[in-house]
């Protein structure tokens, strides 16, 4: 059968699983996207997976990202036409529609390349047993608003030895004023859908600024540096909002 030019054939064994990859973490890497398509069983080979990503970006499902100065090599979203896809094979979220205008934010970028590289990094442990990015969280949340819910930027099940853990991750880039700190207080001590929060950031000040303003939340809230944890997931130092604020590992921290 010959095709119509401009036309592509969309494997959803291989370019869907790659789109939502994509879509899920509003901005990516070229090394990140590579990354999660073998860990996730997309696809093992990084030449296929150059291949189908020029093929989507041909098409105009997904592009490149002009902010991307910061980085040395391209950063990826999805388009409106690529969402449009994904909803056509069933794969919609209410966070994110194809009629969006504006899909990924200038100020989202540096945030959704670090999630991206926190995911990367429970994974090549062999410890992730399941991952939510912020979008499919959002949309559940959208789905269930008469609950108190909280857009964690994601919610990850981690194995621990032969016991299972789930946990909310936030990454605090910049500081928030007090009144925002106020309403998280009030969200986190309502909201049920984790037991344990964990906070990274990418310097100390922001981190102990942090753990004052959430010192006296009732849920369990811990505090690590972003690039500590990456390097080693479970043995970072990780500071409590315990009474005691002790510095434990994240090990000791999660089965506690």
């Known amino acids: 059968m010959r095709y119509r030019r401009g036309h592509i054939s969309i494997s959803d064994a291989k370019d869907v699983p790659l789109l939502l990859t994509i879509r899920n973490a509003r901005a990516i890497t070229y090394d990140q996207i590579c990354s999660l398509a073998r860990m996730d069983g997309i696809e093992t080979s990084k030449r296929i997976v150059h291949w189908r990503l020029s093929r989507l970006e041909r098409s105009g499902l997904v592009q490149r990202m002009k902010h991307d100065l910061l980085f040395s090599q391209p950063i990826f979203s999805?388009?409106?036409?690529?969402?449009?896809?994904?909803?056509?094979?069933?794969?919609?979220?209410?966070s994110l529609p194809s009629t969006t205008r504006e899909i990924v934010r200038k100020t989202q970028i540096l945030h959704s390349v670090e999630l991206a590289e926190i995911r990367l990094s429970l994974a090549s442990k062999g410890i992730l047993k399941s991952w939510k990015w912020e979008l499919e969280i959002v949309s559940r949340n959208l789905v269930y608003e008469g609950e108190s819910t909280k857009d964690y930027d994601a919610l990850a099940e981690i194995v621990v030895g032969d016991v299972i853990r789930t946990f909310g991750i936030e990454f605090e880039r910049t500081l928030k004023g007090a009144s925002r700190y106020e309403e998280l207080r009030r969200v986190f001590n309502t909201e049920r859908s984790v037991d344990t929060v964990l906070y990274l950031t990418p310097n100390s000040e922001i981190l102990y600024l942090l753990a004052v303003e959430l010192r006296d939340v009732r849920k369990r809230i811990g505090f690590a540096l972003s690039k500590s944890f990456q390097a080693d997931p479970l043995d970072a130092d990780v500071l409590s909002n315990s009474p005691t604020g002790e510095v434990i590992s994240f090990r000791e921290f999660l089965l506690g």
Do not use: F, N
């Open 78 to 94: 999805i388009t409106s036409s690529g969402l449009e896809v994904l909803e056509s094979r069933g794969h919609s979220v209410l």
